[in-house]
Nanobody, 127 residues
Framework: VQLQASGGGLVQAGGSLRLSCAAS????????MGWFRQGPGKEREFVAA??????????SYSDTVKGRFTISRDNAQNTMYLQMNSLKPEDTAVYYC???????????????????WGQGTQVTVSS
């Protein structure tokens, strides 16, 4: 599975961006997909995840982005999105997309819950 993240850029505080993650290769539409980010001098942290459970999607968000970010996926296009609104300077980070076959909430909120990672896309929010 190969993942390609895109859509990052420079935006003013309060603005919006939409990130995309295109999946290719031996993909599985049932895989959980997630977004993580790594800010300057920080460890990589969980942002959001989307998974399939009994034919329906469910999502999970970190408390720091809940209500501002929305994760979604288009299985027909093998693409996942992260709509980011009301951006803050503390959202500045390299954003990574990831995919894996796990579905337990406590697992998919961790770096170890994914087998495949994209290369990252830079998001910079100016104050």
């Amino acid at each position: 599975v190969q993942l390609q993240a895109s859509g990052g850029g420079l935006v003013q505080a309060g603005g919006s961006l939409r990130l995309s993650c295109a999946a290719s290769g031996r993909t599985a539409s049932s895989y959980t997909m997630g977004w993580f980010r790594q800010g300057p001098g920080k460890e990589r942290e969980f942002v959001a995840a989307i998974r399939w459970t009994r034919g329906a999607s469910s999502t999970s968000y970190s408390d720091t982005v809940k209500g501002r970010f929305t994760i979604s996926r288009d299985n027909a296009q093998n693409t996942m999105y992260l709509q980011m609104n009301s951006l803050k300077p503390e959202d500045t980070a390299v954003y990574y997309c990831a995919a894996g076959p796990y579905g337990i909430t406590s697992v998919i909120r961790t770096n170890g819950g994914y087998d495949y990672w994209g290369q990252g896309t830079q998001v910079t929010v100016s104050s």
